[in-house]
């Protein structure tokens, strides 16, 4: 059986060519459960898997996708049936596994969650990993004592995917939310999603040489890393939480231990690839119930497997607002 997939190659002089093609279900990989895929997303890591980045992907021919909903064909392990709604997300999948962008998937079935009730395939993906790593860095905030009595909360690369759905999340969480952009003229995106304030890139790390900055921030959820990173955890209040998930702006962190051993200020990693089960549907089903984002339609722009080309320049250049939705249907 034939399907359409965006199927990405190195050539001999070490380039990668994106073309749409035929694959068969044969060459998917081995895995109990093949799925129909519905929908899936854009998130930065697909860029770097589409772009040839041997940090996300080093086999080639391969099709990228880290997120995709849809029906299950069939599943041999029996945990689920055919025509069961699921996501797939985190592990492998559109890393050496062929991904989302692709109108199949075969995973393991220990990949899928349930898509909750409450959710349409295509709001799941407006979510996608970025919706899971932004409600996983809230949690992480929560679990570590911030509260939204604490203060503002910082998050960084605000207009972005993790960003725009770490302002929602938060705010609809009670928190007064600050957002960092580095883009003009979006304010209004910005508030409608529930940021009480926005500032610039540049006011985040202003005088970022000093050892410390004034204390700002209860709390942080950082995309950015390198000197941002720096800046906020030097900007963090006594006893406040940061968490750091992405390397958008670098993967360096130059700092002194000052924050953490004057302030007690602590740096949380984020990791949603090796995210326990149980912790990513406790996610899932708040991000279908008290944290689904008020606005979650205005954030999402759709294309299909045409249109990603375009899409994939765009977040690499830092120029994505809010999420982009790929249809395969
Ligand atoms: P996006 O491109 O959608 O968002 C990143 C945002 O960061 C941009 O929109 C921009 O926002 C800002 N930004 C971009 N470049 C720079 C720069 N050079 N300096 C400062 N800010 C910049 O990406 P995603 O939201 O999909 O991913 C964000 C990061 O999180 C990536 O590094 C990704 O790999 C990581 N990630 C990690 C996960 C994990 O499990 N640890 C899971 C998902 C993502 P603005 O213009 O508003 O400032």
Redesign the pocket.
Known sequence: MKFRALVVEKTADKRFLRTIRERSLADLPEGDLLVRVHYSS???????SATGHPGVTRHFPHTPG?DAVGEVVSCDSGAFSAGDRVIVT?YDLGMETDGGFGQYIRVPSSWAVWLPENLTFRESMALG??G??AA?SVLRLQRAGVHPEAGEILV??????????AVAILSRAGYRVV?????SG?EEF?TALGAARIIS?DEVTAFAEKPLLAEKWAGAVD????A?LAAVLKSTRYGGTVT???????TELNMNVYPFILRGVSLL?????Q?PYDIRQELWQRLASEWKPAHLERMIRECTLAGLEQEIAA?????????VVVNLL
Request: aromatic residues 4%.
């Open positions: 854009l998130n930065y890591k697909d860029a770097l880290i985190s990993t970025a899971l790593t996983l960084t690369g605000a207009t972005g995917g993790v960003g725009s759905m957002a960092s952009t580095g883009k979006y910005l890139r995309v950015v890393g390198g941002t750091c998930c992405g390397l958008v702006g670098s990693g984020v990791d949603s690839v995210c977040i690499l250049r830092g120029g994505i607002t809010g999420r």
